[in-house]
């Protein structure tokens, strides 16, 4: 099992940045992809961006392609998404998600655990 916890979200004006760190429990973090979603009002939870256990590869949503980048440092038990170019239509809760085995996906009920999420809102 692992526990995650997601810091630095708030408020940013629109073509701003911000950065995303999520702090991952026990000692196997390595064998976990790890995944970004994020879940606006009224709205489903939807995919942003993964990496899998070693870092080597990544995936993100097209609507964030070109603008996040999602990194992962296993020696501290850390994933990060590098949020720029925001937009409004960003705004959301993130939150941070892990799964067994190691190898990335998009498919957010393959995911194990999660974090409690954190506000990230961008405003015009």
């Known amino acids: 099992q692992v526990q995650l916890v997601e810091s630095g979200g708030g408020l940013v004006q629109a073509g701003g940045s911000l950065r995303l760190s999520c702090a991952a429990s026990?000692?196997?973090?390595?064998?976990?992809?790890m995944g970004w979603f994020r879940q606006a009002p009224g709205k489903e939870r939807e995919f942003v961006a993964t990496?899998?256990?070693?870092?080597?590869?990544?995936y993100y949503a097209d609507s964030v392609k070109g603008r996040f980048t999602i990194s992962r440092d296993n020696a501290k038990n850390t994933v990060s998404l590098q949020m720029n170019s925001l937009k409004p239509e960003d705004t959301a809760v993130y939150y941070c998600?892990?799964?067994?085995?190691?190898?990335?996906?998009?498919?957010?009920?393959?995911?194990?655990?999660w974090g409690q999420g954190t506000q990230v809102t961008v405003s015009s």
């Open positions: 026990g000692r196997t973090f390595s064998s976990y992809a």
């Open positions: 998600a892990a799964r067994n085995g190691g190898i990335a996906t998009m498919i957010r009920n393959t995911y194990n655990y």
């Open positions: 990496i899998n256990g070693s870092g080597s590869s990544t």
